[in-house]
């Protein structure tokens, strides 16, 4: 079978780098259609700097939330368009052609950011880019899985997920560099069009997935790249496999080229595929991972840190943390399991998420006084509702910020931003008033000496969340399905993440507002918990088991509650060849 069976005590890390020297070609072709992980990446993160800058150049766009939240979210919107059009044209026009379109299509987004002049063509723009980066996020792992020798899948795999967390971390680093560039803003989101020019340029170079030209009757081709991905002793093996393969599916199918979606979901193999395929990629998403990535320098402000440029800083180092749990998930994916690592995961993310909801409770019950002394030090500018207000000695820093006709801010006292401050008009002049006598102006948060136990939570978040649930649920999807569904499925369980992104997105800010920061952290916790229990039920091991086995072992599936007990790839196919 494909790649033979290899010793558990193998590092999958190891013989990746061992491989890599002795054929740079496989690596050349994971990494080429990881920059469409890249592109993810980092778009994800950008827009979460530069959404600083927007606000403060469009006055609508820093009064309307719900217009922050369509700009985020649009780009989400367009790549579940593009995610359901991906899965459909991987399997029509094959894996290259869908990342050769999802360039093309990031790239014009790119280029109309840039450029736009108005929220609404700031919008158009962030659409085409999630049409891209939709079709770049289902293909990429499905291209490298297909090009990959099985020992070392996971973790070629991985390196979709290392370049997408190197993708966010790169948009921060970008972010902090144009902050005192004029345009700003634009030149964060412009940048963006360089690795989806890179990609293409380099896929054109690179070979179609050798399974899919086997599918499509192309065998020759098929057969020149195999030579070319595995070892001599190994390679007639792996094409007669995978002939085999083939044509079991045609012959069950009747067709090559007609899928049934009925007996799609009717096939159980299939079905169970989806349900922890389709499962896992929406939580990845409800346990709260892009409101983290698309809003860290809005969350690090809620925790008190009043600076775009310190905001932005911060949010690098949840960055650089994300990019190092990937890295951490190459070295552990063939090693410790994929489930193993999407418990270990999960537990930590539960945890931390208690901590951030712990800390911002504390934040917005305990903030700093409103003075009247320090407000009438700028009479002119009183916040209106401060004034009309009978009560207002019990007024402090987060319900001077909840005031809306007009909205208002804190300005803190220069002594010690602890101190009780001022409560005033929120407006551009003020701002710089406040400024000019060194002093900290909030208008998002306010100031708190709970905010770096804020930092702790999202960097302990991050630490858990990457190497498991934030590369995970890519690498099942990519092996999970029959070759005859992959592209479909993949198309599927891709198109409920980017619902799911859309569905945090566009609520992330309406939700902090309604019920507060603390809850919503609290809400995610709830549902990271809904999640163990989700993968301890539904989502099989699928650890050193060569893609053809997979669907062998979900035939005969059964639930696996002792996930800790270690169970070796020969006992998998033992029980694979039993039924």
């Known amino acids: 079978m494909e790649g033979g069976i290899h010793p558990a005590g193998a590092s999958a890390f190891r013989d990746c780098f061992s491989l890599a020297w002795k054929n740079p070609y496989v690596l050349r072709l994971a990494f080429s259609a990881g920059i469409g992980g890249l592109l993810f990446g980092y778009d994800t993160g950008v827009i979460s700097g530069a959404l600083l800058y927007i606000r403060d150049d469009f006055d609508s766009v820093d009064k309307e939330t719900v217009l922050?939240?369509?700009?985020?979210?649009?780009?989400?919107?367009?790549?579940?368009?593009?995610?359901?059009?991906?899965?459909?044209?991987?399997?029509?026009?094959?894996?290259?052609?869908?990342?050769?379109?999802?360039?093309?299509?990031?790239?014009?987004?790119?280029?109309?950011?840039?450029?736009?002049?108005?929220?609404?063509?700031?919008?158009?723009?962030?659409?085409?880019?999630?049409?891209?980066?939709?079709?770049?996020?289902?293909?990429?792992?499905?291209?490298?899985?297909?090009?990959?020798?099985?020992?070392?899948?996971?973790?070629l795999v991985s390196t979709n997920g290392f370049l997408i967390t190197g993708g966010q971390f790169l948009s921060y680093l970008i972010n902090l560099a144009f902050t005192k560039a004029p345009g700003t803003w634009r030149w964060m989101l412009g940048v963006a069009g360089i690795p989806a020019l890179v990609q293409f340029i380099l896929m054109i170079l690179l070979p179609e997935s050798p399974r899919w030209l086997f599918r499509k009757g192309r065998e020759e081709e098929a057969k020149a790249i195999l030579r070319k991905i595995y070892p001599a002793h190994e390679v007639e093996t792996e094409i007669q496999d995978l002939k085999e393969s083939i044509e079991k599916e045609i012959e069950e199918e009747g067709s090559s080229e007609k899928i049934n979606f009925i007996k799609l979901w009717k096939t159980k193999t299939v079905k169970r595929g989806l349900i922890a395929g389709v499962g896992l990629q929406v939580f990845q998403q409800f346990v709260g991972i892009n409101t983290v990535m698309y809003y860290s320098p809005t969350i690090v402000q809620l925790a008190g840190f009043a600076s775009n440029q310190t905001a932005l800083l911060l949010s690098l180092v949840t960055a650089g943390l994300n990019a190092l749990g990937s890295i951490v998930s190459i070295y552990f994916i063939d090693r410790t399991g994929r489930k193993k690592l999407l418990i270990i995961s999960l537990i930590g993310v539960i945890l931390s998420l208690g901590l951030l909801s712990a800390v911002f409770h504390e934040t917005t019950s305990h903030s700093s006084q409103v003075s009247l002394a320090e407000t009438s030090h700028f009479a002119n500018y009183t916040c209106p509702d401060y004034s009309l207000a009978k009560d207002?000695?019990?007024?402090d820093c987060m319900k001077c910020l909840k005031a809306s006709s007009p909205d208002c801010g804190f300005c803190a006292s220069p002594a010690n931003k602890l101190y009780p401050g001022a409560c005033l008009i929120s407006n551009d002049t003020v701002k710089h008033l406040c400024h000019g006598e060194d002093r900290l102006w909030y208008t998002r948060g306010c100031p708190s000496k709970y905010?770096?136990?804020?930092?702790?939570?999202?960097?302990?978040?991050?630490?858990?969340?990457?190497?498991?649930?934030?590369?995970?649920?890519?690498?099942?999807?990519?092996?999970?399905?029959?070759?005859?569904?992959?592209?479909?499925c993949g198309g599927i369980a891709a198109t409920a993440n980017w619902v799911s992104n859309l569905i945090v997105a566009q609520s992330f800010l309406s939700l902090t507002q309604s019920i507060g920061t603390s809850w919503t952290f609290l809400i995610f916790g709830g549902i990271s918990v809904v999640a163990l229990f989700f993968v301890i039920i539904y989502v099989p091991e699928t650890k050193g088991l060569p893609i053809e086995e997979v669907e062998k072992m979900l035939e005969m599936r059964a639930l696996q509650f002792r996930f800790w007990e270690k169970r070796t790839r020969t006992d998998s196919l033992q029980k694979n060849q039993a039924v």
């Open 451 to 488: 905010g770096w136990l804020a930092l702790i939570g999202l960097a302990l978040y991050i630490i858990f969340f990457s190497p498991g649930m934030g590369t995970v649920p890519w690498i099942v999807n990519s092996e999970i399905y029959p070759l005859r569904f992959r592209g479909v």
């Open 68 to 155: 922050q939240e369509s700009i985020v979210s649009m780009a989400v919107a367009g790549a579940i368009i593009g995610a359901a059009i991906g899965g459909w044209m991987n399997d029509r026009y094959g894996r290259r052609s869908a990342i050769l379109v999802a360039d093309f299509l990031f790239f014009i987004g790119a280029v109309i950011m840039a450029a736009a002049q108005n929220p609404a063509t700031l919008i158009v723009g962030r659409v085409f880019v999630g049409l891209g980066v939709g079709m770049a996020s289902m293909t990429s792992p499905l291209y490298i899985s297909e090009a990959s020798p099985a020992k070392i899948r996971g973790a």
């Open 392 to 395: 207002d000695a019990t007024w």
